[in-house]
């Protein structure tokens, strides 16, 4: 068995809605059945005992060594502790060839189960040894590692549950929420709202201290110092134990309390420093630690924080105990768990030396322990909510601190006798205002209810009608994708919203190409989708991109689809057959949001069989109004767009709106088929986002098929009296659509300027010049500049071999190159003649011909 190439598809896809790693796994004869491989499922379960069933989809009795891959990939993700559950082998139409589809939660992680799944696969064969263990341990470091902190983890968990839509930009914990204008931001517990300087002086305790005062909080005397000595001094002046820490330190790193002699002194000095060079020491306030979490003028939540200790049994040592305690699987290394392994440092030591006792020492049953004064979480204290205990004025006093000094999330830690009654009547004060607080001792306390305080960040960026995303429209099909777009947008943007657009030609931003290229996949729609001056989305959506790494977005407003047609790269990823097309082009059908429309088709039955795979409403348009499906769904007082009379009609029900195709240029006046269904869908669309009719109206009479607003794409030039077609079609359905149009134009004699796209079948770049040969009088055949696998000339002999038993053409030239074909195709005409150029490149065929076009005008 052997993997020859895997891919991440990251968003609904082709299988599935879940992000999943697709691998293409090739099996001998014998593997395609384990029953034939004696002893092999045995030898597989004595080292995984946990995999799954090993029984493929349909019950079939032949289970391949793919489908194992499958299971054990799914099955040591599981026992991982990763929150997977889908996965599938599919049969290609290549003997012996399986396409394994596996769900992930972390990428990282679901690659490196394929990879030891494989690892598995090959032990069970050789009957060497697999250690199940340390794969399982490899696997859960790796998703620590890469996964989300519980803290952002809560915010993206909430914002998920409020049909948010998030991408994270880092491998770290910065996230968007939100697409395109409506985006907001966090990193970890702060937000795009969080101010630079209010961290900044968050970060500074002196300078925080001063302005809490100000703004009447209580908070500890103290002092920054230079030096130990200077320390000893500030120590002297208050005249009480003292609390030393950095002075711009986080998550109580270098901060020791309680300190009444010069020993415990040298020591948290030392310990601060290490962390900043300048150091505070302020008075101790006796009492329990308390963390208050406030967002925007809200307390939200508030915890009890106890330092780390352990509690003797009168037979383990202090170090046992505290080896026992890390055995808790809620204490990890870093912050990825909600409780923090205890460590035995100088500090631990030093607190262990005040009670007289060494790390070696074995405590009297019962006796508690403490092994450092602070009661971070990060240094391994445990946390207690008291949330509901607060009392209002010590709530609005960690309300003022967090105001003064200018957070929108933030947490307060104050130290009191208790939450019960306000600072000022127990002496209690503010010690430490921090930006970016951590979340799980609220999220999962160690003893009391646990806060939703992800749900209350969220709800601080987003109102509650608020979902952060923007008008999406995705266009699928084989043919009239690009036009359909550049018109959807064209509408949109009448009504005064920023597009942002992406296409075959490139990426677009109310306007402007920002990319060039085709741009009509996932890695373009994202960053669309990421761009702050996009107020609505329209998305050319290829079956390439589908097939490679899924859809760029988890729903869409509207899904469009203009055709299903024959010759659109079938045989490219095992993709054959109509139906197999047809299957990947309804994956925007099937991820409509619940409320959103597809508008598909009605006179193409593979794209009208998708209606039933929409969760949301369905809108058909075709020309004839009288389609067995236009009537039913008319009739079901459902949406239809049709053609009557020279309109274009969209009805539901007894309303009806008109579009007199004689003000819709791009059809010129009807007689081009194609451009008049890409209007249909297009005003489908529209209308499905509630587009007022005038501006509908308006923009399609607006909307011109030339060379800047929608190139390649039908564009007309006069050339001395000609009429000259650039158009960019290259699958037989187009040109058989284009011959149609063309067919309507008066013309003497008929030209084609034709090459062919060598990733397409050899029966379908045959198909295209026949059609061709029996509707043009002469034909000039150039090669692609990239051949895209072929060899030299092969595509011509294709091209040639269709024009054999051509009905009409009665000149066949081969030209070498796109320009120098052009170039002669032009030199033939004369006026009363029509010209269609099949470009390639685009942008640069189409400014040859502007040029050429422009030589004459000057002349």
Same mark, same amino acid.
């Given at each position: 068995?052997?993997?020859?190439?895997?891919?991440?598809?990251?968003?609904?896809?082709?299988?599935?809605?879940?992000?999943?790693?697709?691998?293409?796994?090739?099996?001998?004869?014998?593997?395609?059945?384990?029953?034939?491989?004696?002893?092999?499922?045995?030898?597989?379960?004595?080292?995984?005992?946990?995999?799954?069933?090993?029984?493929?989809?349909?019950?079939?009795?032949?289970?391949?060594?793919?489908?194992?891959?499958?299971?054990? +990939? !799914?099955? @040591?993700?599981?026992? %991982?502790?990763?929150?997977?559950? $889908?996965? &599938?082998? *599919? /049969?290609?139409? =290549?003997?012996?060839?399986?396409?394994?589809?596996?769900?992930?939660?972390?990428?990282?992680?679901?690659?490196?189960?394929?990879?030891? +799944? !494989?690892? @598995?696969?090959?032990? %069970?064969?050789?009957?060497?040894? $697999?250690? &199940?263990? *340390? /794969?399982?341990? =490899?696997?859960?470091?790796?998703?620590?590692?890469?996964?989300?902190?519980?803290?952002?983890?809560?915010?993206?968990?909430?914002?998920?549950?409020?049909?948010?839509?998030?991408?994270?930009?880092?491998?770290?914990?910065?996230?968007?929420?939100?697409?395109?204008?409506?985006?907001?931001?966090?990193?970890?517990?702060?937000?795009?709202?969080?101010?630079?300087?209010?961290?900044?002086?968050?970060?500074?305790?002196?300078?925080?201290?001063?302005?809490?005062?100000?703004?009447?909080?209580?908070?500890?005397?103290?002092?920054?110092?230079?030096?130990?000595?200077?320390?000893?001094?500030?120590?002297?002046?208050?005249?009480?134990?003292?609390?030393?820490?950095?002075?711009?330190?986080?998550?109580?790193?270098?901060?020791?309390?309680?300190?009444?002699?010069?020993?415990?002194?040298?020591?948290?000095?030392?310990?601060?420093?290490?962390?900043?060079?300048?150091?505070?020491?302020?008075?101790?306030?006796?009492?329990?630690?308390?963390?208050?979490?406030?967002?925007?003028?809200?307390?939200?939540?508030?915890?009890?924080?106890?330092?780390?200790?352990?509690?003797?049994?009168?037979?383990?040592?202090?170090?046992?105990?505290?080896?026992?305690?890390?055995?808790?699987?809620?204490?990890?290394?870093?912050?990825?768990?909600?409780?923090?392994?205890?460590?035995?440092?100088?500090?631990?030591?030093?607190?262990?030396?005040?009670?007289?006792?060494?790390?070696?020492?074995?405590?009297?049953?019962?006796?508690?322990?403490?092994?450092?004064?602070?009661?971070?979480?990060?240094?391994?204290?445990?946390?207690?909510?008291?949330?509901?205990?607060?009392?209002?004025?010590?709530?609005?006093?960690?309300?003022?601190?967090?105001?003064?000094?200018?957070?929108?999330?933030?947490?307060?830690?104050?130290?009191?006798?208790?939450?019960?009654?306000?600072?000022?009547?127990?002496?209690?004060?503010?010690?430490?205002?921090?930006?970016?607080?951590?979340?799980?001792?609220?999220?999962?306390?160690?003893?009391?209810?646990?806060?939703?305080?992800?749900?209350?960040?969220?709800?601080?960026?987003?109102?509650?009608?608020?979902?952060?995303?923007?008008?999406?429209?995705?266009?699928?099909?084989?043919?009239?994708?690009?036009?359909?777009?550049?018109?959807?947008?064209?509408?949109?943007?009448?009504?005064?919203?920023?597009?942002?657009?992406?296409?075959?030609?490139?990426?677009?931003?109310?306007?402007?190409?920002?990319?060039?290229?085709?741009?009509?996949?996932?890695?373009?729609?994202?960053?669309?989708?990421?761009?702050?001056?996009?107020?609505?989305?329209?998305?050319?959506?290829?079956?390439?991109?589908?097939?490679?790494?899924?859809?760029?977005?988890?729903?869409?407003?509207?899904?469009?689809?203009?055709?299903?047609?024959?010759?659109?790269?079938?045989?490219?990823?095992?993709?054959?057959?109509?139906?197999?097309?047809?299957?990947?082009?309804?994956?925007?059908?099937?991820?409509?949001?619940?409320?959103?429309?597809?508008?598909?088709?009605?006179?193409?039955?593979?794209?009208?069989?998708?209606?039933?795979?929409?969760?949301?409403?369905?809108?058909?348009?075709?020309?004839?109004?009288?389609?067995?499906?236009?009537?039913?769904?008319?009739?079901?007082?459902?949406?239809?767009?049709?053609?009557?009379?020279?309109?274009?009609?969209?009805?539901?029900?007894?309303?009806?709106?008109?579009?007199?195709?004689?003000?819709?240029?791009?059809?010129?006046?009807?007689?081009?088929?194609?451009?008049?269904?890409?209007?249909?869908?297009?005003?489908?669309?529209?209308?499905?986002?509630?587009?007022?009719?005038?501006?509908?109206?308006?923009?399609?009479?607006?909307?011109?098929?030339?060379?800047?607003?929608?190139?390649?794409?039908?564009?007309?030039?006069?050339?001395?009296?000609?009429?000259?077609?650039?158009?960019?079609?290259?699958?037989?359905?187009?040109?058989?659509?284009?011959?149609?149009?063309?067919?309507?134009?008066?013309?003497?004699?008929?030209?084609?300027?034709?090459?062919?796209?060598?990733?397409?079948?050899?029966?379908?770049?045959?198909?295209?010049?026949?059609?061709?040969?029996?509707?043009?009088?002469?034909?000039?055949?150039?090669?692609?500049?990239?051949?895209?696998?072929?060899?030299?000339?092969?595509?011509?002999?294709?091209?040639?071999?269709?024009?054999?038993?051509?009905?009409?053409?009665?000149?066949?030239?081969?030209?070498?190159?796109?320009?120098?074909?052009?170039?002669?195709?032009?030199?033939?005409?004369?006026?009363?003649?029509?010209?269609?150029?099949?470009?390639?490149?685009?942008?640069?065929?189409?400014?040859?011909?502007?040029?050429?076009?422009?030589?004459?005008?000057?002349?």
């Amino acid at each position: 068995m052997e993997v020859s190439r895997t891919r991440a598809l990251r968003g609904p896809n082709l299988w599935s809605r879940h992000t999943a790693i697709e691998a293409v796994v090739s099996c001998t004869a014998e593997e395609c059945a384990i029953a034939h491989i004696h002893g092999f499922e045995l030898k597989l379960r004595e080292r995984f005992p946990e995999i799954g069933l090993l029984q493929q989809s349909g019950h079939s009795k032949s289970v391949s060594m793919a489908h194992v891959l499958e299971v054990a +990939a !799914l099955g @040591l993700q599981s026992q %991982a502790g990763c929150p997977v559950t $889908f996965s &599938l082998t *599919s /049969a290609t139409p =290549e003997d012996g060839i399986f396409q394994v589809v596996v769900e992930y939660s972390e990428e990282a992680v679901g690659r490196l189960a394929l990879k030891l +799944a !494989l690892n @598995l696969y090959e032990a %069970a064969v050789a009957d060497t040894p $697999f250690d &199940l263990a *340390s /794969a399982i341990a =490899e696997l859960k470091d790796l998703d620590e590692d890469v996964r989300l902190g519980p803290s952002t983890g809560a915010i993206v968990q909430a914002a998920v549950t409020r049909g948010i839509p998030y991408r994270r930009l880092t491998e770290g914990s910065l996230v968007q929420f939100g697409w395109g204008s409506k985006q907001r931001r966090i990193q970890a517990a702060e937000t795009d709202c969080s101010s630079a300087i209010a961290e900044s002086i968050a970060q500074d305790k002196e300078l925080t201290k001063k302005l809490l005062d100000v703004a009447g909080v209580p908070v500890p005397y103290g002092r920054e110092v230079t030096d130990i000595e200077d320390a000893w001094l500030a120590m002297a002046e208050i005249g009480a134990s003292v609390v030393v820490k950095p002075k711009d330190g986080n998550q109580g790193k270098g901060v020791t309390v309680n300190i009444h002699t010069r020993e415990q002194l040298n020591i948290a000095y030392a310990a601060a420093a290490e962390i900043s060079e300048e150091v505070l020491v302020e008075r101790f306030i006796p009492g329990s630690d308390f963390r208050l979490l406030v967002i925007g003028d809200q307390l939200v939540a508030a915890a009890r924080r106890e330092p780390p200790l352990v509690v003797g049994d009168g037979k383990k040592s202090v170090r046992e105990l505290v080896q026992q305690v890390n055995l808790d699987p809620r204490r990890g290394a870093g912050h990825a768990t909600s409780l923090t392994k205890i460590k035995i440092d100088d500090i631990a030591l030093a607190s262990l030396s005040e009670q007289n006792l060494t790390a070696d020492s074995v405590p009297r049953k019962g006796t508690r322990i403490v092994l450092r004064n602070n009661a971070n979480l990060s240094t391994g204290g445990t946390a207690t909510d008291v949330t509901d205990d607060v009392h209002p004025e010590m709530a609005a006093s960690a309300v003022a601190a967090a105001q003064m000094i200018g957070l929108d999330i933030c947490g307060v830690d104050i130290v009191c006798d208790s939450v019960l009654h306000p600072l000022e009547q127990q002496g209690g004060g503010v010690v430490e205002v921090n930006a970016a607080p951590g979340l799980r001792m609220h999220l999962q306390p160690s003893f009391g209810k646990g806060r939703n305080v992800g749900e209350a960040i969220v709800s601080s960026m987003f109102t509650q009608d608020e979902n952060g995303r923007i008008p999406l429209v995705t266009v699928a099909g084989t043919n009239g994708k690009t036009t359909t777009v550049r018109l959807i947008a064209h509408i949109i943007g009448a009504q005064g919203l920023r597009v942002g657009m992406t296409n075959s030609d490139g990426v677009y931003i109310q306007g402007s190409r920002i990319d060039t290229g085709d741009c009509s996949g996932p890695k373009s729609a994202r960053n669309v989708l990421m761009h702050p001056d996009v107020d609505a989305a329209v998305f050319e959506t290829a079956r390439g991109g589908v097939l490679r790494e899924g859809l760029a977005f988890d729903r869409c407003n509207v899904a469009v689809v203009t055709n299903i047609g024959v010759g659109d790269h079938l045989g490219l990823s095992y993709i054959t057959t109509v139906e197999d097309l047809a299957v990947v082009k309804r994956v925007v059908v099937q991820n409509v949001a619940p409320d959103g429309m597809a508008v598909l088709n009605a006179a193409d039955p593979m794209t009208a069989k998708m209606a039933s795979a929409c969760p949301g409403a369905v809108t058909f348009f075709a020309q004839n109004r009288h389609h067995p499906l236009m009537d039913t769904q008319r009739a079901q007082g459902r949406r239809v767009v049709y053609v009557q009379s020279g309109f274009i009609v969209a009805a539901q029900n007894q309303t009806e709106e008109h579009f007199d195709l004689a003000e819709i240029p791009m059809t010129r006046n009807g007689t081009i088929g194609f451009q008049v269904e890409n209007v249909m869908a297009a005003i489908g669309a529209a209308w499905a986002l509630n587009v007022d009719w005038n501006i509908i109206r308006n923009a399609i009479s607006s909307f011109v098929s030339d060379v800047q607003t929608a190139p390649g794409r039908f564009n007309f030039f006069d050339y001395k009296g000609a009429s000259v077609i650039a158009d960019y079609g290259h699958n037989p359905d187009a040109i058989l659509a284009l011959v149609s149009a063309i067919e309507s134009i008066p013309a003497k004699r008929r030209f084609v300027v034709i090459s062919g796209a060598g990733d397409r079948r050899d029966i379908d770049i045959s198909r295209q010049s026949e059609i061709l040969g029996d509707a043009f009088d002469e034909i000039i055949l150039f090669q692609d500049q990239c051949q895209r696998g072929r060899a030299d000339g092969e595509v011509l002999q294709l091209l040639q071999k269709g024009l054999v038993n051509a009905k009409r053409a009665a000149k066949i030239n081969e030209v070498l190159g796109e320009f120098l074909a052009i170039d002669d195709a032009l030199s033939r005409l004369n006026e009363g003649d029509l010209c269609l150029i099949l470009i390639d490149q685009i942008d640069e065929a189409l400014a040859h011909i502007t040029q050429r076009v422009d030589e004459l005008r000057f002349v």
